[in-house]
């Protein structure tokens, strides 16, 4: 059960923060990005996109691996990564560019980040168990 619980944590957090990854589109995230913000806004919007679609599709098969560990330290690094980046774009809400302040934006940072603690507690707790 745990795991099940684990798990659906987990796929919340990848849901957050694909959909988080739309609304950074919306919002114009590159304006924040040291190599992308020089750019012109059309060529780095360009950029932006085509660089995600490497991301995601190694973020699903390095947490859907065959093998079992890089499948699960997969998950574990993803899930940090999504406190990581939390604590980014809280670092971030000060600079005048930045405009992920609507409820939207802040559910889905910062509910992932929330996904991914859940997830890291539910995976501790549940080897801890079968440590006993």
Not at 25 to 54: C, G, M
Not at 59 to 78: D, E, G, N, Y
Request: aromatic letters at 16%; charged letters at 15%.
């Amino acid at each position: 059960m745990r795991d099940q619980i684990a798990l659906f944590f987990f796929y919340l957090g990848v849901g957050l923060l694909f959909s988080h990854e739309l609304d950074a589109v919306t919002q114009s995230e590159w304006r924040l990005l040291y190599f992308l913000r020089d750019l012109p806004n059309e060529k780095a919007i360009q950029v932006f996109v085509w660089l995600h679609v490497p991301l995601f599709g190694g973020i699903a098969w390095l947490t859907h691996h065959r093998t079992p560990c890089v499948r699960w330290w997969s998950r574990i690094a993803f899930s940090a990564f999504l406190i990581v980046h939390a604590g980014l774009h809280f670092r971030l809400s000060d600079n005048p560019l930045y405009t992920f302040d609507s409820p939207l934006s802040i559910v889905l940072i910062y509910g992932a980040a929330i996904a991914g603690i859940v997830h890291l507690a539910c995976v501790r707790w549940s080897a801890r168990s079968s440590d006993a």
